[in-house]
T-cell receptor
Framework: DGGITQSPKYLFRKEGQNVTLSCEQN?????MYWYRQDPGQGLRLIYY???????QKGDIAEGYSVSREKKESFPLTVTSAQKNPTAFYLC????????????FGPGTRLTVL | AQSVTQLGSHVSVSEGALVLLRCNYS??????LFWYVQYPNQGLQLLLK??????LVKGINGFEAEFKKSETSFHLTKPSAHMSDAAEYFC????????????FGTGTKLQVIP
């Protein structure tokens, strides 16, 4: 089955630790995205990548980093510089054509203690 | 700049009643419009989308939406609510320029009362 996987589903970390969230897709999509979701705020774009080895900051990139070494993979690292990292993180991908929708993974809920 | 406004963060309807979730957008160029549904602790799933052509768009689970350019609206409707419709719904807009950044509304939680 084609789709997007995110792991783990739940993640707990101590304050001050970096943590990496995994996102893999087998849809052969060029574009991939990371969003952060907080109650009442909708989805906010962290980073996006339109092609391998290239990525751009979104609206709230501070404290986060990404890499795009393979078309299928777009991991997100939440660094200790992120002041309020506890949130639900969603990865998405999209075939890069006008009007195409995004496909979302199941999300990772990160809790920093 | 594009933006999306969803009126009502919470909407309650009785089972069998009409569902109406409101979405207004602002975009300087013709938009692409989307409605997604999210169940608790899950990702988003596409309900329907408008790109070009027919302004009344039908989606999954009996939902539909009408693109009204004059009102800059894309409201989501369903004639008869079912308990399984209880979820959070997001309206989103993108456009043909740039990299097709998608802007999401803040979401509307739908409660269905038996």
């Amino acid at each position: 089955d084609g789709g997007i996987t995110q792991s783990p589903k739940y993640l707990f970390r101590k304050e001050g630790q970096n943590v990496t969230l995994s996102c893999e897709q087998n849809l052969n999509h060029d574009a991939m995205y990371w969003y952060r979701q907080d109650p009442g705020q909708g989805l906010r774009l962290i980073y996006y990548s339109q092609i391998v080895n290239d990525f751009q900051k979104g609206d709230i990139a501070e404290g986060y980093s990404v890499s795009r070494e393979k078309k299928e993979s777009f991991p997100l690292t939440v660094t200790s510089a992120q002041k309020n990292p506890t949130a639900f993180y969603l990865c998405a991908s999209r075939e890069d054509r006008l009007g195409n929708e995004q496909f979302f993974g199941p999300g990772t809920r990160l809790t920093v203690l | 700049a594009q933006s999306v406004t969803q009126l009502g963060s919470h909407v309650s309807v009785s089972e069998g009643a009409l569902v109406l979730l409101r979405c207004n957008y602002s975009s300087s160029v013709p938009p692409y419009l989307f409605w997604y549904v999210q169940y608790p602790n899950q990702g988003l799933q596409l309900l329907l989308k408008y790109t070009t052509g027919a302004t009344l768009v039908k989606g999954i689970n009996g939902f539909e939406a009408e693109f009204k350019k004059s009102e800059t609206s894309f409201h989501l409707t369903k004639p008869s609510a079912h308990m399984s419709d209880a979820a959070e719904y997001f309206c989103a807009v993108s456009y043909s320029g740039g990299y097709q950044k998608v802007t999401f509304g803040t979401g509307t939680k739908l409660q269905v009362i038996p």
